[in-house]
């Protein structure tokens, strides 16, 4: 495994970061390692276009991908991603999947239309398997729908919750999704790469997602304050995919329906409703439903809380910084910074709207961006 001294070896040897002192012009840390312009986002509340809340299906001891015998029935578990429903969503979809297809049965059920629930059932239809979706959400109102759409692991898990095979799962899970998205990036998909930036007053961690898995993470480096614009004394760059969920959701829905699927609109109440199903083998992807459904007590809801702007079309990179974020995608730009632990309530709350408006405006005030007006 790389270690964090190998790689900031390696980025030394950048031509972004080579040469004497003072080599870092004021002009080239204005712009991503790509060539793009790094831009101020024009924070303010007359700016914003809608305050969006949603629930993460949450577990300390991390996402669950197992089987489970009801009499005739078997179901297959693939829920409990945190925030990285949509990041793994492949993945353990491909573990998922392997476990149903092990049954020797092709007429299959998905109980869920996230991005978990679909890419399963697209996964089935690819082997071969006659596959009917029962949800009661369908885009754009699920959960997926309000996600950020970043591919990075995030709240995955606490760390003092896991068992010692955890990492070996979550990489097998990271591999799979990171390939099957690289096949679909382009606008048919809403997919592209993108410079991110995750800024922090101390060194990232040894234990740090990025640092642990680098090769999920091209173009992975350690910028010194004088290679890049942001008010941060540390920046950690690297590029990831970028799915924009309003588009990306829609499409995979579109490949299920063409591929033959079966789509049933349907709200189950308990395990007694879901065994009255016709498959034989059913794969539970209902996120935070399956805490009601299948009575798992560790699952919890984490409420997040998304400001939207207008789209500006001059932002090209991701920002995370303090408990902050900024991503900017075609329907607005969001900006999110709230992480509450069992809050079953989706109001949006004001008083968080006017907290991260604040700190967003206060940290783009203080971005170095030369472009800028005067009144910026």
Not at 71 to 78: C, E, R, S
Not at 110 to 123: D, E, M, P, T
Request: aromatic share 10%.
């Amino acid at each position: 495994m790389t270690s964090r001294r190998d790689l900031l070896r390696a980025a030394a040897a950048l031509p972004l970061l080579a040469g004497c002192a003072g080599s870092v012009t004021r002009d080239r840390r204005n712009y991503t390692p790509s060539g793009l312009p790094l831009r101020r986002v024009n924070v303010s509340p007359d700016r914003v276009v809608r305050v969006i809340t949603g629930l993460r299906p949450y577990r300390p001891s991390g996402f669950v991908v197992e089987t489970e015998k009801f009499d005739d029935k078997t179901v297959v578990h693939n829920y409990g991603h945190g925030g990285g429903g949509i990041t793994l969503s492949w993945g353990t979809s491909q573990m998922a999947a392997e476990l149903a297809l092990a049954t020797g049965h092709r007429r299959l059920a998905v109980i869920g239309c996230g991005a978990v629930g679909l890419a399963s059932a697209r996964l089935l239809q690819r082997a071969g398997c006659d596959v009917t979706i029962y949800a009661r959400d369908l885009p754009p109102e699920t959960t997926s729908n309000i996600a950020g759409g970043q591919w990075s692991p995030a709240s995955l898990f606490d760390k003092d919750a896991i068992g010692p095979e955890f990492h070996g799962r979550l990489a097998t899970a990271m591999r799979h999704s990171y390939r099957e998205f690289q096949h679909l990036v382009g606008a048919r998909y809403g997919i592209r790469w993108v410079s991110n930036y995750f800024l922090s007053d101390e060194p990232a961690e040894a234990t740090d997602m990025r640092l642990r898995y680098p090769q999920f993470f091209p173009e992975l480096m350690d910028l010194p304050p004088d290679a890049h614009p942001f008010p941060a004394p540390h920046a950690l760059h690297f590029d990831t995919m970028f799915i924009e969920p309003p588009v990306y959701l829609p499409a995979v829905l579109r490949d299920f329906r063409m591929a033959g699927g079966e789509l049933v609109v349907r709200e189950f109440t308990d395990v007694a409703d879901v065994m009255t199903l016709e498959q034989p083998v059913v794969v539970n992807c209902t996120g935070l439903g399956a805490r009601a459904l299948f009575g798992d007590e560790e699952l919890m809801p984490v409420k997040g809380q998304l400001v939207v702007l207008k789209p500006e079309p001059d932002i090209n990179y991701l920002m995370i910084h303090d408990g902050i974020y900024m991503f900017p995608r075609t329907d607005g730009v969001l900006l999110g910074g709230t992480f509450e632990r069992d809050v079953w309530s989706l109001d949006p709350d004001p008083t968080e709207t006017a907290r991260i408006l604040r700190r967003h405006r206060a940290f783009f005030d203080a971005m170095d961006d030369p472009w800028a007006f005067p009144w910026s």
